[in-house]
């Protein structure tokens, strides 16, 4: 990006209205085998016997048409678009850029002009600061890692009763090879005071109401947090310019916390002397509950704390749920990925038998920090039929995947229940 022959304007692909309006996702059917199959046997973990979550009611998946994404992604919703990634579509090591799944808050621009654009840090520092994407190229240590953002509201339709928003299954997660500079390098340059406490985050994606100069989205972390050099402001994703509709040309990566803190198209990071207050957050936006409340029941903002590192989750990426294998198979080859925000994974256990015996998988390091682990393992069975796999991560605090989502909370943040697929013998 902005050198050589690289183009320095680049487009979307799709307009909004076009994106909205005519064609950018088209209904398929869903069945045994299907991309369906994977969506509603995830939904019905959500649901004791009896019940059955708003996902199940669906007649089947959204799947995601737009330039340079896999076909085989998700549609959550149109307006912002949201599309999760099949968890047998995040069986790569690293997230091809083609599966890496959406989330948008608000309005992407559909242009941008990379040569003119800037980021500033201002607020509680010595010196404000304002770079172009060149300057902040040539002035710091360029670095490459590969690293997770999740959704927080990853695995929201596991919760019952339903949660409010986007009914994400396992799929709000990918883990990319990201290239840029520290973000703790630049805020250096611009000196932190000592009265700093907190960080805001600014991009320039539109308001979906259209309203001029109206933020769509701002929120910050702990200037803890923001100094770990582990964050990183990033321009390429891949090795190739990042996408616009992943945050191009320039966007934050917080790994471990929700990606909402990753700021796409981000243009500013304000420096504060107190928490945040920018739109999503406070209330119950991107929070979880301190004391356990009753699902559904009255909420008390009062019994609410900011979701800050994501919990410990592992998926089954292979075989990919509802596949159907040979008469006479008796070793399933299985493997998946596995990652716990702040902290590391220690293990991950499978079992094909509903939990009452465990297999413990292999599992790899991570390539560096916030890296996911990926985990292979070997399984028998006794028979043709019918099998249920089941996978558990615990991290590095021996804190497990529970059986089912818990400490249910309204916008549904933080549900991490054992992955579970299917597979069908003879």
């Known amino acids: 990006m902005g050198?050589?022959?690289?183009?320095?304007?680049?487009?979307?692909?799709?307009?909004?209205?076009?994106?909205?309006?005519?064609?950018?996702?088209?209904?398929?059917?869903?069945?045994?085998?299907?991309?369906?199959?994977?969506?509603?046997?995830?939904?019905?973990?959500?649901?004791?016997?009896?019940?059955?979550?708003?996902a199940q009611q669906q007649k089947g998946p959204q799947h995601l048409k737009f330039p340079g994404k896999d076909e085989g992604l998700v549609v959550l919703g149109d307006r912002p678009l949201v599309a999760e990634t099949p968890e047998s579509l995040l069986d790569d090591d690293t997230t091809p850029t083609a599966k890496f799944f959406i989330r948008n808050n608000g309005i992407p621009p559909e242009t941008v002009d990379v040569d003119k654009w800037e980021f500033v840090i201002d607020g509680e520092v010595d010196k404000p600061v304002k770079f172009t994407i060149t300057e902040l190229k040539s002035k710091f240590p360029n670095v490459t890692r590969r690293l997770v953002l999740e959704c927080g509201g990853n695995g929201r339709s596991f919760y019952s009763p339903p949660a409010r928003g986007n009914q994400w299954t396992n799929g709000g997660v990918g883990c990319a090879e990201w290239t840029g500079v520290r973000l703790s390098d630049v805020l250096k340059a611009a000196g932190v005071k000592k009265?700093?406490?907190?960080?805001?985050?600014?991009?320039?994606?539109?308001?979906?109401?259209?309203?001029?100069?109206?933020?769509?989205?701002?929120?910050?972390?702990?200037?803890?947090?923001?100094?770990?050099?582990?964050?990183?402001?990033?321009?390429?994703?891949?090795?190739?310019?990042?996408?616009?509709?992943?945050?191009?040309?320039?966007?934050?990566?917080?790994?471990?916390?929700?990606?909402?803190?990753?700021?796409?198209?981000?243009?500013?990071?304000?420096?504060?002397?107190?928490?945040?207050?920018?739109?999503?957050?406070?209330?119950?936006?991107?929070?979880?509950?301190?004391?356990?409340?009753?699902?559904?029941?009255?909420?008390?903002?009062?019994?609410?704390?900011?979701?800050?590192?994501?919990?410990?989750?592992?998926?089954?990426?292979?075989?990919?749920?509802?596949?159907?294998?040979?008469?006479?198979?008796?070793?399933?080859?299985?493997?998946?990925?596995?990652?716990?925000?702040?902290?590391?994974?220690?293990?991950?256990?499978?079992?094909?038998?509903?939990?009452?015996?465990?297999?413990?998988?292999?599992?790899?390091?991570?390539?560096?920090?916030?890296?996911?682990?990926?985990?292979?393992?070997?399984?028998?069975?006794?028979?043709?039929?019918?099998?249920?796999?089941w996978s558990r991560a615990t991290d590095t605090a021996n804190v497990a995947q529970p059986h089912v989502a818990a400490n249910w909370n309204p916008q549904g943040y933080g549900a991490n229940p054992m992955h579970r697929i299917a597979v069908l013998i003879g």
């Open 3 to 54: 050198t050589g022959a690289t183009p320095t304007t680049y487009a979307l692909g799709l307009s909004r209205r076009q994106l909205l309006a005519t064609g950018s996702v088209a209904a398929v059917g869903a069945g045994l085998g299907s991309g369906g199959s994977v969506r509603e046997a995830n939904a019905q973990q959500a649901a004791p016997s009896g019940g059955a979550p708003a």
């Open 195 to 389: 009265s700093a406490k907190f960080t805001g985050h600014y991009g320039a994606d539109g308001h979906l109401s259209g309203e001029a100069g109206k933020v769509s989205l701002s929120r910050g972390v702990p200037i803890k947090k923001a100094m770990d050099e582990n964050n990183l402001l990033v321009w390429a994703m891949n090795g190739q310019p990042l996408p616009i509709i992943h945050g191009g040309p320039l966007r934050l990566i917080v790994p471990g916390w929700p990606a909402s803190v990753s700021a796409k198209w981000v243009t500013r990071v304000w420096v504060r002397e107190k928490e945040h207050d920018g739109p999503g957050m406070g209330g119950t936006s991107y929070r979880v509950t301190i004391n356990p409340m009753v699902p559904g029941g009255k909420t008390d903002e009062k019994n609410f704390r900011d979701l800050e590192s994501m919990p410990v989750r592992s998926i089954v990426t292979s075989p990919a749920n509802g596949t159907k294998l040979a008469a006479g198979t008796r070793e399933l080859k299985l493997r998946g990925a596995s990652w716990a925000g702040d902290r590391a994974v220690k293990f991950v256990d499978v079992s094909t038998d509903y939990g009452a015996t465990w297999v413990r998988a292999k599992l790899s390091p991570p390539k560096n920090k916030y890296d996911w682990q990926r985990w292979t393992a070997s399984v028998k069975v006794p028979s043709d039929g019918y099998y249920e796999i």
